[in-house]
């Protein structure tokens, strides 16, 4: 991986809050890019697999063992864990993310309760690249893997309505909801 430093587009702000990224101050610049081999890729896809596979794994482990206390899990909430763990509930997102040590990945975090950085690194940050470096590819398929759970959420489940919460003063909030 590697770090290029770079100048940020002259508008940028008012390009990302065009698109609707109103809550960028604190974070979005547009300074320095990272740039992949697709070795790095592939090794940051088959960890993202891997530990995917191992939370499957320690959550039966939970459950075979009855672990729900070590993990603070309140009482109540266990035949629900346990009903959507039998029916092999689909999930809509999750994140992991990743730290590259010398080129091996290293699993800083999986979230996969609050879609934090959704919104800027599916649609601002491809249009930040086709802006800057359109002719270059982008190994990242959030968009196209949140419209795919869609679909597999609604043909297995067949709701004519989903329903989300959120903080609607909470300009990041309202804005990664009204795009999920």
Same mark, same amino acid.
């Given at each position: 991986?590697?770090?290029?430093?770079?100048?940020?587009?002259?508008? @940028?702000?008012?390009?990302?809050?065009?698109?609707?990224?109103?809550?960028?101050?604190?974070?979005?610049?547009?300074? #320095?890019?990272?740039?992949?081999?697709?070795?790095?890729?592939?090794?940051?896809?088959?960890?993202?697999?891997?530990?995917? !596979?191992?939370?499957?794994?320690? #959550?039966?482990?939970?459950?075979? /063992?009855?672990?729900?206390?070590?993990? !603070?899990? $309140?009482?109540?909430?266990? $035949?629900?864990?346990?009903?959507?763990?039998?029916?092999?509930?689909?999930?809509?997102?999750?994140?992991?993310?990743?730290?590259?040590?010398?080129?091996? $990945?290293?699993?800083?975090?999986?979230?996969?309760?609050?879609?934090?950085?959704?919104?800027?690194?599916?649609?601002? !940050?491809? /249009?930040?690249?086709?802006?800057?470096?359109?002719?270059?590819?982008?190994? /990242?398929?959030?968009?196209?893997?949140?419209?795919?759970?869609? %679909?597999?959420?609604?043909?297995? @489940? %067949?709701?004519?309505? @989903?329903?989300?919460?959120?903080?609607?003063? /909470?300009?990041?909030? @309202?804005?990664?909801?009204?795009?999920?």
């Amino acid at each position: 991986m590697k770090r290029i430093r770079l100048t940020p587009r002259p508008n @940028y702000k008012q390009l990302v809050e065009e698109c609707g990224f109103g809550f960028h101050n604190e974070y979005w610049t547009e300074d #320095a890019c990272y740039v992949f081999t697709s070795e790095e890729i592939a090794a940051l896809e088959k960890a993202t697999v891997e530990c995917y !596979q191992m939370f499957c794994d320690a #959550a039966q482990y939970v459950i075979d /063992n009855r672990l729900f206390h070590r993990l !603070q899990i $309140p009482k109540h909430m266990i $035949p629900a864990i346990l009903k959507s763990w039998d029916e092999d509930d689909l999930s809509l997102y999750g994140r992991f993310d990743f730290a590259l040590l010398r080129g091996v $990945p290293k699993l800083l975090e999986f979230n996969a309760d609050t879609p934090t950085s959704l919104f800027e690194a599916s649609v601002i !940050q491809w /249009n930040w690249k086709e802006d800057c470096f359109p002719r270059d590819d982008q190994f /990242n398929s959030i968009h196209e893997a949140l419209i795919a759970s869609w %679909k597999d959420i609604d043909l297995s @489940y %067949k709701y004519s309505r @989903y329903d989300f919460t959120c903080i609607t003063e /909470n300009l990041e909030d @309202y804005t990664t909801t009204s795009y999920i």
